[in-house]
């Protein structure tokens, strides 16, 4: 969680949102554990789409500071680096996965197309 000194956590709700909000962070975890729990930076560039490259890294690192995802770096050339999420970002896809059967239920009775 990027911390601000000026902000401080009132309650364990907004310290998990903190965490997981932004209109990123979550998507990369639900793409990842979709993916058999491994993607790699490129992967997840083509999977968001709409991210710029500075974007993305950022948030990779967020996750990655809250331990959220596992930063894997191999040593070859061209370099190699693979993101997982870690047993405690896994204890979130449950969550995950009920906010987005709300959203999905939500865009059906507004007729929305994604």
């Not at 639900?30 to 993607?39: A, G, M, Q």
């Amino acid at each position: 969680m990027a911390k601000n000194n000026s902000d401080e956590v009132v309650c364990a709700l907004d310290y998990a949102f903190r965490r997981i909000g932004g209109k990123h962070k979550a998507r990369i975890m639900w793409y990842i554990f979709k993916k058999n729990n491994v993607l790699r930076y490129g992967e997840l560039k083509r999977m968001i789409g709409n991210i710029t490259p500075k974007m993305l890294t950022q948030t990779l690192r967020e996750l990655e500071e809250d331990k959220l995802i596992n930063r894997k770096v191999y040593a070859q050339v061209p370099p190699k680096v693979e993101y997982s999420l870690t047993q405690t970002g896994m204890e979130l896809i449950p969550f995950l996965d009920h906010v987005g059967a709300w959203g999905r239920k939500q865009m059906e009775k507004e007729n929305y197309t994604a």
